[in-house]
Structure formats: C-alpha cells, structure tokens
C-alpha cells in the first residue's frame, strides 16, 4: 500500500456513526456471538460482571481490528462499489483519526481483558487482533488468492477467547469451534467474491475468482465445505455435545452441502444471474448463529 496516498478531502469532522462503521457492525455481531457461545458452552460459571467484561473486550478488540483494516485499505475501498461508502474513502474522516481509533480500541481491550478476566483470554484476544491486522490485512490480502484460507483465522478465535474467559484454559470443544469457523470461513467469503469478483479485479485485489476463474473457486468451496461438515458434527460423536447440537449440525450441515453442491456445479458466468451463489453467501450467516445457538441450547439442556 502507498501510505501517502491521501483520503478525498474531510468536509466535515466525522460523527459517531462514521466510528461505528469503522468496527463493521454486520462483522462484528457475528463475531461476537460466537465468543459469546463459546462462553456460555464452557463447563464453568463466571460472574456476570465478568462474562459481560470478556463479551465487551472482544467486542472492542473486534472492533478494532476492523477499524485498523479500514484505515490500511482505504485506497482498495474507493475503487469498490461494495465499500467506497465506508467514512475513509468518503471523506467523511482523515486516516489518522481512523489509526488512533482502532489502536486505542485494541490497547484497551487486551488491557482490560487481562486485568479483569485473565491473561489467557487476553492473550488469545490479542493473538486475533494482530492475525487480522497483520497477518490478513497487510501481509496476505494484496499478495495472494488464499488470503480467505489463511486469514480465516482471525474471525475463528472469539469462541477459544469466550470459554478461555470462562475457564482459564482451552479445551477439545473449543478447538473444534476454531476449525469451524476456519473451514466455513472460505466458502461464505468466496460465495460472495464469485457475485462481487469484478469489484474485487478492479481494486486489485487476487481473491480467487479474480485469479482462477469461476469454475475452480466453484469447486473449491464445495471442497473446504467438507470438512467443515465433518467438524461441525465431531463434536457430537465425540460425546462433546448432546443430540440437540449432533442433530442440528447434521440438518444444518447437510443444508450447507447441498447449496455448496449448488454453486460447484453451477455454470453461470452473469454476476447478476448467480444465484446460487448469493443463496449460500446468506445461508452461510445464517448456518452459523443457529449452529452456535444450537451448541448453547444443548449446553443448557445438559446442565
């Protein structure tokens, strides 16, 4: 990235609701309740005051990887019609303040995650934010069409965080939870880069559509979903979870299989025709807070 490269010109000092699209709310609520599941699935009470503590660190350490992520790929923002709205590449806010946003973010929730919860959440938390900003945003995004398989990472740790927060250590359960989200990660980000690639080229971008086509990115998120399915049911034979999770991964899982099967086999070349694609892309969301809801439900049900 050229770091000189300027923002349009600020008309006017950014407003609170430019700073919240900076955390990028959609992201975020996702993120934050699936370390909100992984909480509440651990085998181990916390306080309220204390589970609210670990739920707003990861909230604010989400958040600011966000931010952060804006603020170092503004100038891609401008040339995609998906994001060129975002307060940086509007003008709505000057880089600096977008920096000194998501770093503060970031410093105050490690900080208060440590002090109040405990050094593993904390370390864990801090691990996530600068997989996010580093490893994905800077090193991998510009330089390589398996910037989702890598990157996907980042999004996975908030359910280690919750029941490390709950627990103080990390167990079989959570790790599952981890692969989970790192395997579902590439085809709901593929999903929507097959229905959006021309942005994507434009910015340049080498999301995988842009860089071997539609047929093999097709085919890919047909392969990553496999595995995804297969530790998304784990934890029920494994004797991890009980039927209200095993059958609902099942169902939910087979669901996913299917569309995934949808978009591998599909031939459509017509952004605007894909189907298929933008079907799994909102599917996938939706897969993933029931199966998480799903693992809480059964945790309540057990104790």
Known sequence: MNTTTMNP??????DWRDFLALTKPRVLSLVVFTGLCGMLA?????????????????????????????WYEADIDAKMKRTANRPLPAGRMDRQAALHFGVGLATFSVLLMGLAVNLLAAAILTVSILFYVLVYTVWLKRRTPQNIVIGGAAGAFPPLIGWAAATGHVDMLPVLLFTIVFLWTPPHFWALSLFVRTDYANAGVPMLPVVAGTKTTRTQVLLYTLPMVAAAVAPWPMGLTGAIYGVAAVALSGLFLLLSARVAFNRETDQAKMKPERQLFAYSIVYLFVLFGALVADRLVLA
């Open 9 to 14: 010109t600020v008309t006017a000092p950014a």
């Open 42 to 70: 651990a085998p181990a009470s916390i306080h309220p005051v204390l589970g609210f503590t670990a739920i707003l660190c990861i909230t604010l350490g989400a958040g600011a990887a966000g931010a952060l992520n804006q």
